[in-house]
């Protein structure tokens, strides 16, 4: 079975400084990866995913992440992160074939001015 | 945006009494989704359903039941609520490819705006 373990609750950040969001996933089959992004009070967004090819992936707001499969991790990255950037981010995992996927607990930025 | 739409977006009920929650698309997207959302513990799968009339359970099933008569409606209802299904309810859609009854590719999903749920 599928599981994903985001690795911080909780991560404040000053404005402008570089942010890296932790998520590990265990999975014995494929994968495809997801962070999603929830501002409050609304539903998810994808930031971006991951389904096959290169292993950087670049999506939206400056964000990017790295499928790392020997390590099963895809870590979230922005080099300088803005106020509006403070939002709750999910990783998700999905078994290949399997039609659904995992969400970790989330981890909440915080950028401070 | 993805046209997902939930119903009703707030509701306060008793314990015991029965609650619907209705989830509409008009994306044509063949799976659809109902996650709770709790405080540290993320999103957790209830249901979801792979075709109409065709649903599977996910992690937290235990007092929920779903049904799917039409591609564009899923409804999640919980027979008699308890105190601890106080909770954020959220939709989401996803579409896949299936080639020869299997899933050859699957898609990123799509988030109504919630329903908050309350059980007094």
């Known amino acids: 079975a599928q599981s994903v373990t985001q690795l911080d609750s909780q991560v404040p950040v000053f404005e402008e400084a570089p942010v890296e969001l932790r998520c590990n996933y265990s999975?014995?089959?494929?994968?495809?990866l997801f962070w999603y992004v929830q501002y409050p009070n609304q539903g998810l967004q994808l930031l971006l995913k991951?389904?096959?090819?290169?292993?950087l992936v670049k999506g939206i707001n400056g964000f990017e992440a790295e499928f790392n499969k020997s390590q099963t991790s895809f870590h979230l990255r922005k080099p300088s992160v803005h106020i509006s950037d403070t939002a709750e981010y999910f990783c998700?995992?999905?078994?290949?074939?399997?039609?659904?996927?995992?969400f970790g607990d989330g981890t909440t930025l915080t950028v401070k001015p | 945006d993805a046209g997902i739409t939930q119903s009703p977006r707030h509701k306060v009920t008793e314990t015991g009494t029965p609650v619907t929650l209705r989830c509409h698309q008009t994306?044509?997207?063949?799976?659809m989704y109902w996650y709770r959302q709790d405080p540290g513990h993320g999103l957790r799968l209830i249901h979801y359903s792979y075709g109409v009339k065709d649903t599977d359970k996910g992690e937290v099933s235990d007092g929920y039941s779903v049904s799917r008569s039409k591609t564009e409606d899923f409804l999640l209802t919980l027979e008699s609520a308890t105190s601890s299904q106080t909770s954020v309810y959220f939709c989401?859609?996803?579409?896949?490819?299936?080639?020869?009854?299997?899933?050859?590719?699957?898609?990123?999903?799509?988030f109504g705006p919630g329903t908050r749920l309350t059980v007094l």
């Open positions: 999975s014995s089959v494929s994968v495809y």
């Open positions: 989401a859609i996803s579409e896949s490819t299936v080639t020869s009854g299997r899933i050859s590719s699957y898609n990123e999903q799509f």
């Open positions: 994306e044509n997207h063949r799976y």
């Open positions: 991951y389904l096959s090819g290169s292993t």
């Open positions: 998700a995992v999905s078994e290949a074939n399997a039609g659904k996927s995992t």
